[in-house]
């Protein structure tokens, strides 16, 4: 076998124990035509290099990774871009361009929201990477980004929200407790350009994705705050296509969507107040679509204050409403919601 051949036959292994396929040395041989002995050799080959670790049990190998971290004093550096160009950078440097440019982007807006809204004074970076993806965390050792949010509502609207409510408010983009400097669309828009992403701050946690918030209220409360990104290292997304998506080229960002279990914290939503507090997240759009994954039923309430603010304050918002269930796609209808999109896939 030639060595790229052998190369693509040991990510295709490496790939199997990731995904915790049990059977991954016949799915190998099957792919790739090779004997059980041939797998073996490979799974050696990765031991040695230090990719491969033997744990037992079920899946009796674990995916390891190449670690690197650098720590920024704050007092001392506040520029994203040269931490990039120096730290990050090198460590992308084989992988595709597209991949590249889209860790640029990630990198230097979470790090500036770390340098310039999170008031710490050192903030750790630490770059995980093997043959299949990277990971890069992001800590900080400042106020804690929902805790920043809770501060910033209060001293506008006299109220000070729950930090999930203040998570929420993270969840269509534009959001910004500077407006004038930010227009707060680094958060939403990382978080499309990545596989998975996660912020957490005390024991708040923001992702897009219901398969990451599997361990949410779970764990040690983190004053500052984390942000986990991983991208799979042969993505094909685009920077420029993911913009697109939500980007019009003469007014900016005008198309959102909102995953609606994460938004209310794995709720269903039932009341007027909530109905409020979704559609006013959307003031600033033209599109919205909004996803009912994991949302079986919606209380009347809700629906009725909804459809009523809808037609008599957002007349020109056009809504797609995607995955909703037959019930919830049902009391939308009664409730008199037409002119939008219902999507099922």
Not at 40 to 69: A, C, D, F
Not at 194 to 207: A, P, Y
Request: net charge negative; glycine share 6%; hydrophobic share 40%.
């Amino acid at each position: 076998m030639k060595k790229e051949q052998r190369l693509e036959a040991e990510k295709f292994l490496l790939q199997q124990i990731s995904d915790e396929n049990p059977d991954f040395v016949d799915a190998t041989m099957a792919a790739f035509s090779v004997s059980r002995s041939t797998v073996y050799n490979y799974i050696n080959t990765l031991q040695k290099n230090g990719e491969l670790e033997r744990v037992g049990g079920s899946m009796p190998y674990r995916v390891l990774y190449e670690t690197s971290r650098f720590t920024v004093d704050t007092s001392r550096e506040s520029s994203e871009d040269r931490m990039f160009s120096r730290d990050i950078a090198p460590l992308l440097s084989e992988l595709p361009i597209n991949v590249q440019k889209i860790w640029r982007y990630a990198f230097t807006a979470m790090m500036n929201n770390a340098l310039e809204h999170a008031h710490a004074s050192a903030i750790v970076c630490v770059v995980n990477r093997n043959r299949l993806c990277t990971i890069i965390g992001i800590l900080d050792n400042g106020v804690g980004i929902f805790r920043r949010i809770q501060q910033d509502q209060k001293d506008r609207n006299g109220e000070m929200p729950t930090a999930a409510e203040a998570a929420s408010l993270l969840y269509a983009g534009g959001y910004s407790s500077e407006p004038k400097s930010h227009a707060g669309e680094g958060i939403f828009f990382t978080s499309r350009l990545m596989d998975h992403f996660v912020i957490r701050s005390d024991m708040q946690l923001f992702t897009p994705n219901e398969a990451d918030a599997d361990d949410e209220n779970s764990g040690e409360r983190f004053r500052g705050t984390a942000v986990q990104m991983a991208l799979d290292n042969d993505s094909t997304r685009e920077l420029s296509q993911v913009m697109a998506n939500y980007l019009d080229p003469e007014n900016g960002f005008v198309r959102t969507e909102i995953p609606v279990a994460r938004f209310f914290g794995g709720d269903f939503p039932v009341s007027r107040s909530e109905a409020r507090r979704l559609l006013s997240v959307l003031d600033s759009f033209r599109e919205a679509e909004l996803d009912f994954s994991g949302i079986e039923e919606v209380g009347r309430d809700f629906v009725h204050e909804f459809v009523a603010l809808l037609d008599s304050e957002y007349p020109l918002l056009h809504l797609t409403i995607r995955k909703a269930s037959p019930l919830v796609a049902n009391a939308f209808r009664r409730a008199g919601l037409g002119g939008c999109d219902y999507i099922n896939k």
